[in-house]
């Protein structure tokens, strides 16, 4: 009796799996990056990458990159036309990144994304893009590196996620923009792809104001950007500046820095006569990587970098503002600090029109804490 | 009573944290929203200081009818017939929270994870566990509820790992909503934290001072109210207020977006502990709806009336099919029960209160 107790208890175990919820992989095909554009008459071209690997004899996988397109009116209907397409089931839950085409971001973006909020298996960490021209250009074109070993989404997002380590674009996913989307006094920036001959480069940031993209900021100016958001606090960022004018050798004239530190103080200011007044400072603690003139020896040489490099980092930093202005995007959340602390005023004002004509500055001040091996 | 049924006052606390956490954690920020916006964590810690009226009112029923549960005391206060009736119509109440529980979670399991799979089959499992642990004593129960308790822990660091990404700002400037709002938000509030209620069967197996009974309740509320408060606090400053009044479980959606190195999907970890609590809450108010029944049918052991208890819930809770009937059937069971279970003993103490002096002044005319 025991025995017979003991047995059925333990083949019941079997039925624990349950059978309606499955999903099975090798019934699916997994989306790695998906890329939306709108067309010209206003329907959204969905493009799919679903890397396939290909066994080879001794073991070393190549994988064979898929990419398939469907046109909807809707971001739903693009993807189950993208089904129909595909021999098994499209399951998007291991999507890495999204890639916005650049027309479609200056729309409304969140008509396309609403699916990915919507969807309970939807991969909500998945990063998201902008790619300059169409999304299906960087999908579907043909990289170095892709063709050797992996799928263009993870190519696309380690290519993201270092220069997110170098602080060239701010670090984001899908549901990280979503609060601050909806943020009336704040705006947010995601990383810009401009694909090349035979890589993709993360060239700099693209700008929201709202749920629409306005503009962006390159290179050397994204580092600036990412500093000002005082997020990556202890990441490493590269920068050279030129210091000097002084030197023939035009070489000498410049100097590299690792940014250590970066503490940020930010401060918004409600005059009596309600004028806004907003500053950003930052201190810095970096570390020189170049500088070919070398002789870091004496406290007043080292000082004097400081201040050089303090002065031209500040000005970077204020062209970044300004330029920010001009795309009336609130980036940094001025009228977030407005709305927390300065309520009142906030709701006499029109945001939209008030912000491009405040006054916003910032500082930066750069501490050298070392130098490398040599001095 | 059986000596081997009690439970220490220690056991009382973790069997009233477990049962006051349950369905309601998950979507509470969004309805404290509803009404009080950002300042929904204050009508919550308001609601926690209200529920300590009721919590005082129980234990001294309680003190004034020792060893005995509401249905034994209940047809003492009001008079046999009387006493009977209101067993019944307490009964039906218990009744119908534990529909509500199984509704609630049903419609979150089905919504995030089973999506295919028939509402009876995942109400039933649950039921059917929960049944299975009723059969046994008290003190088995109550050893149960603390050894999940830990899982608790769990659940903290997930919500506390959101602070990785969070806007502080968010939550400013505080106390906007303004107070008359903030308190009617309180009363969401109080619906998510019934539970305490569970007391009025506990405390008859609880051992020790009375006090210190008192103690582990309270101690027990104000544990779930901080928790709750953590929680609806982090999801504030997580979502923006704009965002928020569209996400119905913040709590989960907010978990979805956190991946680390060997976990995907977090919310589906946190979802899956949840279940455990959802568990616990339902195992205790199973307890309390079968010691009723077996009061009012006079059975010897309310071991027999457990999977009657457990089977009709479990088809009842599996009528409602859609979004607007489960918002209809929980506000309406939440309304009564907030009546039942925090009012009620209220009522019911004041009556006893003057009988007492009543039959005092009898005594000494």
């Given at each position: 009796m025991r025995r017979v107790k003991l047995i059925s208890l333990f083949s019941s175990l079997?039925?624990?799996?349950?059978?309606?919820d499955q999903t099975q992989l090798n019934e699916t095909k997994l989306v790695r990056a998906a890329g939306f554009d709108y067309l010209k008459n206003g329907k959204i071209r969905n493009t799919a990458s679903i890397p396939q690997s290909v066994n080879m004899d001794a073991g070393t996988g190549q994988v064979n990159n898929q990419i398939f397109y469907a046109v909807g009116n809707t971001t739903r209907q693009s993807r189950i036309k993208l089904d129909q397409k595909v021999s098994e089931k499209v399951d998007?839950?291991?999507?890495?990144i999204v890639i916005l085409g650049e027309k479609a971001a200056r729309k409304d973006i969140y008509h396309i994304l609403d699916v990915f909020y919507r969807d309970?298996?939807?991969?909500?960490?998945a990063r998201i893009a902008v790619a300059k021209g169409s999304a299906s250009d960087v999908l579907s074109g043909r990289f170095e590196e892709t063709e050797t070993s992996i799928g263009i989404g993870t190519y696309l997002n380690e290519s993201i996620r270092s220069a997110e380590d170098a602080s060239i674009v701010p670090v984001e996913n899908i549901q990280t923009i979503c609060p601050v989307m909806f943020d009336p006094g704040q705006d947010f920036g995601i990383p810009y792809l401009v694909p090349e001959k035979n890589a993709v480069s993360v060239n700099g940031v693209a700008v929201f104001h709202g749920y629409r993209m306005v503009g962006t900021i390159h290179g050397a100016q994204g580092v600036l950007y990412t500093l000002l958001?005082?997020?990556?606090?202890?990441r490493s960022m590269s920068i050279t500046k030129?210091?000097?004018?002084?030197?023939?050798?035009?070489?000498?004239?410049y100097v590299s820095i690792r940014v250590k530190k970066n503490k940020r103080t930010f401060n918004v200011n409600v005059s009596p006569d309600d004028k806004i007044s907003a500053h950003i400072k930052l201190t810095m603690n970096v570390v020189i990587t170049?500088?070919?003139?070398?002789?870091?020896?004496s406290k007043k040489k080292i000082k004097k970098i400081e201040q050089a490099l303090s002065k031209s980092l500040t000005k970077d930093a204020n062209n970044v503002l300004k330029k920010l202005q001009g795309m009336n995007s609130d980036a940094f959340g001025v009228g977030r600090k407005l709305i927390a602390f300065h309520n009142p005023t906030w709701k006499k004002l029109d945001w939209n029109k008030e912000y491009p004509n405040i006054d916003y500055t910032a500082s930066i001040k750069v501490k050298v804490i070392g130098h490398g091996i040599i001095e | 009573m059986n000596s081997s049924h009690t439970i220490t006052h220690r056991q009382l606390f973790f069997v009233i944290v477990q049962s006051q956490i349950g369905v309601g954690v998950l979507s509470l920020p969004y309805t404290l929203f509803a009404k009080a916006k950002t300042d929904g964590w204050i009508s919550l810690l308001l609601a926690g200081l209200f529920i300590q009226v009721s919590i005082l009112a129980i234990w001294k029923l309680c003190e004034l009818y020792p060893k005995q549960t509401i249905f034994d005391f209940m047809p003492k206060i009001v008079g046999t017939k009387l006493g009977v009736v209101l067993n019944a119509l307490f009964v039906v109440h218990l009744f119908s929270v534990c529909v509500v529980i199984l509704i609630l979670y049903n419609s979150i399991v089905s919504k995030w994870?089973?999506?295919?799979?028939p509402r009876l089959v995942v109400i039933l499992i649950l039921a059917l566990t929960c049944v299975y642990c009723i059969t046994c004593t008290a003190r088995e129960i109550a050893r149960f509820l603390m050894l999940v308790s830990p899982l608790l822990l769990v659940l903290f660091f997930f919500v506390a790992y959101a602070y990785s990404d969070?806007?502080?700002?968010?939550?400013?400037?505080?106390?906007?909503?303004?107070i008359k709002t903030i308190l009617s938000g309180s009363t969401d509030a109080l619906i998510s934290l019934l539970?305490?209620?569970?007391a009025l069967v506990f405390i008859a197996y609880t051992q020790g001072k009375s006090n210190s009974k008192l103690k582990a309740i309270s101690y027990a509320s104000l544990c779930v109210t901080l928790f709750y408060c953590f929680v609806t606090f982090t999801t504030y400053i997580f979502f923006n207020p704009v965002e928020i009044e569209i996400v119905p479980e913040p709590v989960l959606y907010m978990l979805k977006a956190f991946s680390f190195k060997i976990l995907e999907r977090t919310d589906l970890i946190f979802l899956s502990i949840w279940i455990v609590f959802v568990t616990t809450s339902l195992i205790s108010y199973f307890f309390f709806t079968a010691k009723g029944v077996q009061k009012l049918l006079k059975l010897n052991h309310h071991k027999s009336a457990a999977p009657y208890v457990g089977i009709i819930c479990a088809l009842i809770a599996s009528i409602p099919g859609s979004k607007l009937d489960v918002q209809l059937w929980s506000k309406l069971i939440g309304m009564s029960a907030l009546c039942c279970s925090a009012l009620f003993p209220i009522f019911l103490l004041l009556i006893a209160i003057i009988r007492k002096r009543k039959e005092k002044g009898a005594v000494s005319t």
């Open positions: 079997l039925l624990l799996t349950g059978c309606w998007a839950s291991k999507n890495l309970p298996k939807s991969a909500l960490n958001t005082g997020k990556q606090k202890n030129k210091i000097s004018n002084k030197h023939k050798d035009k070489i000498l004239n170049e500088y070919p003139r070398d002789n870091l020896t | 994870i089973f999506f295919q799979t969070v806007h502080l700002l968010y939550a400013f400037p505080v106390g906007a909503a303004g539970g305490f209620d569970t």
